[in-house]
């Protein structure tokens, strides 16, 4: 049994993963640290388990909110140090882009003013996360896809995903919109489940919320002087 948590939105989401079996519950919170025990508590119930059942735990590692993002790591580190099970630690975009399926741009409103990004083929991170500006959404495509289109009608291939996707008119003009959700512990599970069957796990001692990049614009040459 497989214990993911996402705290990088103002959703709690946590599932537990029994094979084909998911047993999950979201809620929308102030803050974490009041919620998230009382769920995880109920997941491992409501699936006739005990935490010593767990045999791994699964975080969405960021980027997200702070204070939510260090609340989600310090109790699955918890967790992990008491039942001396495994850590595992997915993306919180790469979450949203295993929900949405195929390639996509996911875009997450990081508050401010501001969106978390990645590019993803195939589920795969194919760019760095970075946190920018919704306005310089299109000029960042265009530099990670060169001589796309973008816009109505070239930019229909796109498929987009993530709440920023459905918030930010900069982001909606871009493509089509195949999943405009926040990540969940489900999918956060399941990416984590794949590592774990390869063998794979994070440093306990050293695992850490991943923050996204602050956005740095091109500036050409010319433009420069």
Sequence with gaps: MLLALDTSTRMASVALLDGPRVSERTAEVTTHDDTLLVMIDEVVRAAGAR???????AVGAGPGSYTGLRIGMATAKGLCFGLGRP????????AVAHAAGGDCVVVLDAGKGQAFFGL???GVAASPEVVLPPAG????????????????????????AGDGA???PEAAALGQLVHGERPHAR?????AALRLAGGESDPLATAEPRYAAEWQPTVKPSLAR
């Excluded at 010593?52 to 735990?57: E, F, G, P, R």
């Excluded at 999918?187 to 990416?191: E, H, S």
């Design 87 to 94: 850590l595992l630690l997915v993306s919180s975009l790469a």
């Design 51 to 57: 935490r010593s059942d767990l045999t791994a735990i």
């Design 166 to 168: 459905r918030l930010f």
């Design 187 to 191: 999918d956060v599970g399941a990416l």
């Design 120 to 122: 993803f083929r195939a």
């Design 137 to 160: 959404l299109a000029a960042e495509l265009a530099a990670r896809l060169p001589g796309a289109g973008f816009g109505a009608g070239a930019g229909a291939a796109l498929r987009l």
